[in-house]
């Protein structure tokens, strides 16, 4: 039996548990509906679940087994989720626009020796090594993929049989691995458990209830998606999932499908404060929404719309740190510390700094398990983000005297571009393969819908020349639509420190020169690879 009272029951926060005790309590009740019309009460999505499980349990997989999720956001995504973790297993969800040298790293990094894979994605795996890996179950269609078995999705529904639940589904294990962006190096696999995605969701979402709908259409392999399905698992409610952000479509499925609830950042807000304005713009269900950031463009949207807004601050490795009260009148806010949260701006030695110095915010929770346990198979990272027992987020805040946090800049080399954390790093690496690429930094710059961004300064090889468009086009196939850069500019060198170490905030001072190359100025539009649902 356990003791200690911050931990939450099983019951209460594990997903397999949760599945069983809305099932039971309510089975004819709405849970998921998902774009297209398939809608799934409790008792359907614990049948579903259950015997995806068996199927999944009849190819080897037990409790805390790594498996790959490589799928849009569909009913199928959110299947294999449910019956990997109802099984005890871990689910790894792979960002949909992985390929090349990114999608190789996490597939290794992984040490899964299975994937879910939609149909339209398995190609990209003939172009890697794939590490462990050795069976594909393919959804949505088939694929034959070169050197891995495939299997067809029928896998996941057996004609007969339904999975038991292991009896030793705890807290503290293992629900997810998430993989970051990778802002100082390769991306870095974060291991959250039950507990933590509680704490991220339901103990940070104080005023979500049951009555809840919430519109989920961030993708579900970013925690913007996972927090609101646990939020919803915890608290009984139900979800909408949508493909994606859609701005012409977004008040209609809103309306359609009477969503109450969900969360809204970066460049989605300014998309929605542009729409014409209409008579019908208060004319909807959507009474809830976390925004971030939070700023007189969201406070204008809320007003307009007629919806009561909140803000936070929130990353993979955390649970929902800070939280404001509705419509917080001052801008720039992420709102104060929650209760079960310390939250400390600190300098380089991690020693306190005063009101409105900018410094690191590093964070620690008096509940055990409450924020991530560590980076997969990198104990040289977990140790320095989690360096005199404080998780160091890696970036900079100021705060006041009346306990209001400020976000400032990322101290991290990360790009953030339409919800997207970006990697310089892995940006990077794929123009360095460009054959008469020299020196190389991506860097953010403003971008006029909000957040970043991406920026390419380049020095060719001695003896060589670099045309931006051909740059761009050897470019194109080879990395995810959302880190492909917009602007290109050539340097004869990069400037660099004593220490050979490229000095970027030189570069971010200069910006986009007269010089700089720019994608949309020469016609170019990039758009998401489009797959079926």
Same mark, same amino acid.
């Given at each position: 039996?356990? #003791?200690?009272?911050? $931990?939450? =029951? *099983? /019951?209460?926060?594990?997903? +397999?548990y ?7 309590k309510k089975p ?85 020796k ?16 794939c ?19 495939? #299997?067809?999705?029928? $896998?996941? =529904? *057996? /004609?007969?049989?339904?999975? +038991? ?20 190096g ?13 704490a ?66 970066g ?22 929404a ?11 949207m ?54 409105g ?13 409450a ?79 909000g ?83």
């Open positions: 039996m356990l #003791h200690d009272p911050r $931990i939450p =029951a *099983p /019951e209460v926060c594990v997903l +397999g949760q599945l069983e005790h809305w099932a039971a004819d009740e709405t849970f998921f509906i998902f774009h297209g019309g398939e809608t799934w009460t409790w008792g359907q999505t614990l049948a579903l679940v259950k015997r995806a499980a068996k199927g999944l349990q009849d190819m080897g997989v037990k409790k805390g087994d790594h498996v790959l999720s490589w799928q849009p956001n569909n009913r199928q995504s959110v299947l294999t989720w449910f019956a990997l973790n109802y099984l005890g297993a871990v689910y790894v969800p792979v960002n949909i626009a992985y390929k090349g040298n990114l999608l190789q790293h996490v597939v290794q990094l992984s040490d899964a299975l994937m879910v894979c939609h149909a339209d994605l398995a190609p990209r795996l003939n172009e890697i090594e590490g462990a890996l050795v069976d594909v179950i393919i959804t949505n269609g088939a694929a034959e993929l070169d050197n891995l078995a495939t #299997h067809a999705e029928a $896998i996941l =529904a *057996p /004609e007969t049989g339904l999975a +038991g639940m292991p009896d030793t589904v705890a807290p503290w294990d293992t629900m997810y691995i998430i993989f970051t962006s990778g802002t100082t390769p991306s870095k696999a974060v291991l959250s458990s039950y507990l933590q995605g509680y991220m969701g339901p103990i940070g979402y104080t005023y979500v209830d049951e009555s809840d709908r919430c519109l989920v259409n961030l993708p579900m392999f970013h925690v913007g998606a996972t927090a609101l399905v646990v939020l919803v698992l915890a608290r009984g409610g139900s979800c909408f999932l949508d493909t994606h952000f859609k701005t012409d479509e977004f008040w209609t499925t809103v309306r359609e499908h009477k969503t109450t609830m969900t969360v809204l950042l460049a989605m807000i300014p998309f929605l404060t542009k729409l014409p304005p209409s008579d019908e713009d208060t004319n909807h269900t959507l009474r809830k976390v925004c971030v950031p939070w700023n007189e463009e969201t406070m204008a809320g007003r307009r719309y007629g919806i009561e807004m909140w803000t936070t601050f929130n990353m993979t490795e955390i649970s929902s740190p800070m939280m404001s009260d509705p419509f917080p009148a001052v801008a720039g806010t992420c709102g104060k510390i929650r209760d079960g949260v310390e939250g400390r701006v600190v300098d380089d030695n991690d020693c306190e700094v005063g009101p110095v900018a410094g690191e915010l590093i964070l620690r929770t008096d509940q055990p398990w924020m991530n346990h560590g980076y997969y198979k990198n104990p040289k990272a977990t140790a320095e983000a989690w360096r005199n027992g404080w998780f160091h987020t890696g970036d900079a805040f100021t705060y006041d005297t009346e306990g209001y946090f400020y976000f400032v800049d990322r101290i991290k080399d990360a790009i953030r571009r339409r919800g997207e954390n970006i990697s310089s790093f892995e940006v990077e690496s794929d123009v360095n393969a460009y054959e008469d690429a020299g020196e190389v930094a991506a860097i953010a710059v403003p971008s006029e819908l957040e970043d961004d991406v920026m390419i300064i380049i020095a060719p090889l001695a003896g060589k020349t670099i045309d931006p468009l051909e740059l761009f086009r050897f470019l194109e196939p080879r990395m995810a639509h959302f880190m492909l850069p917009r602007y290109i500019r050539v340097v004869d060198e990069l400037p660099k420190t004593p220490t050979q170490k490229v000095q970027k905030h030189l570069l971010k001072e200069d910006g986009i020169t007269p010089d700089t190359w720019d994608r949309e100025a020469e016609g170019i539009v990039v758009k998401r690879e489009k797959i079926g649902v």
